[in-house]
Every structure is written in structure tokens, then in C-alpha cells.
């Protein structure tokens, strides 16, 4: 026959000598303790602190003990937790028949562990992301958009577009410069004689009286001469 109080003494034994600092009873008939347990390799910046609760069935180990886990210090993802906790009950179900709880504080140690360096890693690896993302953006900000073949198409026809109805409007709203519409002192003169001679009313003495027909004249007299050189021309080319 099993002496099962035997052997729950026995591990207790064990497992104060084992875990001398992290090791709390809370009563010997039958055991029930708890034991805290921690990383490897524990950063100063952030602790973290599980607490393992057990306390002995009759027939343990014969049978699972009642037990429990709960975070001390830190945070966990519910999921993270979770899964070490997972991994003690599994590692407790696969050590029934004999002392277990050595074996589950060491599951749960190496399990937290990885937890906290997976965490670790995909952090840095999202501080390294974004870091790169940022440097990306100020990079295209720096350099502008690229320009493409069917950017630039497309750039070009709206911008065609553009000037096409801008000059559409500016043609339709276009006025002609008043000063251009103001004719010359000769088209005046040539348009009404009686200009010049409305003129001499206003002369004073030692002005000089300007005959608009003797100007006249003399554009008939130049206007003939490059008629008979004009026929002079003719007549040599016709003798060739």
C-alpha cells in the first residue's frame, strides 16, 4: 500500500531546500505552499513574477494536486498566459505517479522565459519597422513623387486641359486697348482738312503755318516716280 503522506513529505522536503527564498508554506496537513517563480535572465527595467499555488490531493501523486497560477508582478497578454499555463497542466498530467511539482515550477520558468524574449524580439522588430517606415516617409518627402510615364500623362493632359479653358476665358472676356483705338495726328488730318486750318487760330506770332497740300503734293510727286522706275523695269525685263 501507497503511503501518499510519505511521499508529500518527502517532496516537500525537496522542495524547500531547493527553493529556499521562494518557497512559502501555508499549511503541512496536508501540503499547501506556494512558490514564486521568475525569468531567466530578469531585466532591471521591467520585472516579472509568476506565483505558483499548490495544495495536495489525498492520493497525490497519484493523482493531480489542486493548483494555480497567477501573475505577481508584470503583464501578461491574456493569451500569453494562457499558454504557460497550459503548458504546466500538461507537463503535471504527463508526471502523474510520481513527484511533479519540481517539474511544473521549471515548465513554467522556461515558459515565461520564452514569453518574455518572444515579446522582446517582436518589439524590437516593430521599433525597427517603424523606424523604417518614418525614414521612408521623410525620404519621399525629401525626394518628391516619382515621376512616371503614365504620371506624367496624366499630369499632361490635365494641365492641357487647364490652359485650354483658360485661354477660352481670356478670350472671351478679352478687350481691346482704348489707346490702340486712337488714331494717329495724320489719319486725323487726312480724315478732316479742317483740322490743320482750325489749328491757326491757336498759332501765336513767329509760329510757322504748315500748308497740309504741300505735303500732299510732294506724296504725289514721290508716288510717281516709283511709277515710271516701276515701268522702266518692266521694259528692260520685256527686252530680255
Keep these: ?125 516593430e521599433e525597427r519597422e517603424r523606424a523604417q517606415r518614418e525614414f521612408e516617409e521623410e525620404e519621399r518627402r525629401k525626394q518628391g513623387t516619382k515621376v512616371t510615364p503614365e504620371s506624367f500623362k496624366q499630369w499632361k493632359t490635365a494641365f492641357d486641359a487647364e490652359m485650354a479653358e483658360k485661354e477660352r476665358i481670356e478670350k472671351g472676356t478679352k478687350k481691346e486697348d482704348p489707346r490702340m483705338l486712337k488714331p494717329t495726328g495724320r489719319q486725323l488730318f487726312e480724315r478732316d482738312h479742317s483740322l490743320a486750318r482750325s489749328d491757326a487760330t491757336f498759332m501765336e506770332e513767329g509760329d510757322v503755318d504748315v500748308d497740309i497740300t504741300q505735303f500732299e503734293r510732294e506724296e504725289n510727286i514721290a508716288q510717281e516716280e516709283d511709277d515710271e522706275e516701276n515701268d522702266v523695269l518692266r521694259n528692260i525685263r520685256g527686252s530680255d
Design 1 to 125: 500500500m501507497t503511503d501518499y503522506r510519505e511521499e508529500q513529505a518527502n517532496e516537500l522536503e525537496a522542495l524547500q531546500s531547493i527553493y529556499p527564498d521562494e518557497y512559502e508554506e501555508i499549511s503541512n496537513d496536508p501540503g499547501e505552499f506556494t512558490i514564486r517563480i521568475e525569468p531567466e535572465d530578469q531585466g532591471e527595467d521591467e520585472k516579472y513574477t509568476l506565483k505558483l499555488y499548490v495544495k495536495y490531493s489525498e492520493t497525490y501523486p497519484e493523482a493531480l494536486p489542486e493548483f494555480s497560477i497567477e501573475v505577481e508582478e508584470g503583464e501578461l497578454d491574456q493569451d500569453d498566459f494562457d499558454a504557460i499555463l497550459k503548458k504546466v497542466t500538461e507537463t503535471a498530467e504527463e508526471s502523474l505517479g510520481m513527484s511533479m511539482v519540481f517539474s511544473m515550477v521549471s515548465t513554467a520558468k522556461d515558459a515565461l522565459t520564452e514569453t518574455l524574449q518572444t515579446n522582446k524580439l517582436k518589439h524590437e522588430r
